[in-house]
């Protein structure tokens, strides 16, 4: 009897752990967005966890940016480096409506990187809100490349 208890005490309780293992894959499957697992917000933002300094980056030594960008910024005779990219971002930033993202998001360029340091955590969750639209329409970005102040834009 005694080993009969024990053997139901023993399936009972595997069977809940296991229950409930399968139940935290799941949530952890679902509760999880498809735009964290890869690390990308919106083509081409990615949070930072290369360099683990800055809330966003756009990394200009991928292939996909190139091809996408690469003869947008020809057009206007622009270089294709983070250095450009950061002069142009900094004005759209700049000229936001929203204050907040005018005031607490931070461009760096770089031969290869443009980095974004955000010094507000509501200000970082909601920059992407912001920015996404400019970059994933060729259109609207382009709209403001040719409207941005060249001698504000270092072209290293």
């Known amino acids: 009897m005694i080993m009969k208890n024990a053997a139901i005490w023993f399936l009972l309780t595997f069977s809940i752990s296991a229950h409930g293992f399968a139940q935290n894959k799941a949530a952890a499957t679902v509760e999880k967005p498809a735009s964290q697992k890869n690390n990308t917000l919106c083509f081409p933002l990615q949070r930072d966890n290369v360099y683990s300094v800055y809330s966003y980056i ?14 947008l910024f020809s057009k206007y005779n622009y270089e294709f480096t983070g250095y450009v990219w950061a002069g142009i971002l900094q004005e759209v930033i700049r000229n936001s409506d929203d204050k907040e993202i005018a005031s607490r998001v931070f461009v760096k360029g770089q ?16 920059f992407p809100q912001f920015i ?15 409207a941005a102040n060249r001698h504000r834009i270092k072209d290293y």
């Open 58 to 71: 756009i990394d200009l030594r991928n292939e996909k940016i190139r091809s996408k960008y690469r003869n």
């Open 111 to 126: 031969e290869n990187i443009v980095t974004f340091t955000i010094t507000q955590y509501q200000t970082r969750e909601r």
């Open 132 to 146: 996404c639209p400019i970059l994933s329409d060729n259109n609207n970005f382009e709209k403001y490349i040719k």
